[in-house]
């Protein structure tokens, strides 16, 4: 397989929605000097030949960007609308310059009005533009694949609390994050995975998201080759956890990259 055709998956951020270390906390995972134990709002980068797509623009979507070097982006896709996943909106500002275009973002329909309500001058309801407005073309997504590019996204009905919210299975990897119950008919369209990454908040129970023996049952359900924890807490120092963990399960962190 030539490099072009492979596929290319990097985490861009692998924290929870406070990101870590947390703002005031002195726990040892906060404090730790363990690179992985830094982590940025969830979001992922994926590239396969000449394409280049991000899922989720958080608060930290510019420092990110700036981190790995992403000079082109063909398309966002949003999981949800919750903030730590689309806070980062704005930045979106640079591609449009950079690329002198609009960029397209696929969303569900509830993302799409969210964003609309939360960055208002960027739809038509701006006294003055001063540095610029992001020029975004979203597209609205169900459960239907779509294209980008080299790129096939198949959407994945996920349950986030009582929160409707959208995984992604692109040829042999999936993307749950931010979920704490995955129907069965999710279920079956995530069998024969080689890699999977799946939230994985922190030991103890939480009500929108899944602790790690939660994770590690539906983990079980799936059957993927290699799994990932995401959406981490900073209850979990990575050396502790990973240890403990099966031996085909793992805990991303910030720059992770598989290839496929």
Known sequence: MKSSDKLHITVLGSGTSTGIPVIGCKCNTCLS??????????????????TSVIIDTGPDFRQQVLTHGIDFVDAIVYTHFHNDHIAGFDDIRGFNFSQHE??????????????????????GDSLQVGGGLPQVNFIEISTQPFV???????????????????????????????????????????????????DGLRPEKHPTHYNISESLQAINQITPQKAYLTHIAHQIRHSELEGNL???????????????
């Open 246 to 260: 099966p031996e085909n399960v793992y805990i991303a962190y910030d720059g992770l990259t598989l290839t496929l």
């Open 33 to 50: 000097s363990d690179h992985r134990d830094k982590r940025l709002r969830c979001s992922l980068w994926v590239r396969k030949g000449n």
């Open 102 to 123: 609009q960029m397209v973002a696929y969303a569900d329909n509830s993302t799409i009005s969210v964003i609309k309500r939360t960055f208002p001058y960027a739809f």
């Open 148 to 198: 980008v590019g080299d790129l096939k996204f198949e959407p994945l009905e996920l349950m986030h609390g009582k929160l409707p919210v959208k995984g992604f299975r692109i040829g042999d990897f999936a993307y749950c994050t931010d979920t704490n119950y995955i129907p069965n008919q999710t279920i079956d369209k995530l069998r024969g995975l080689k890699y999977l990454i799946i």
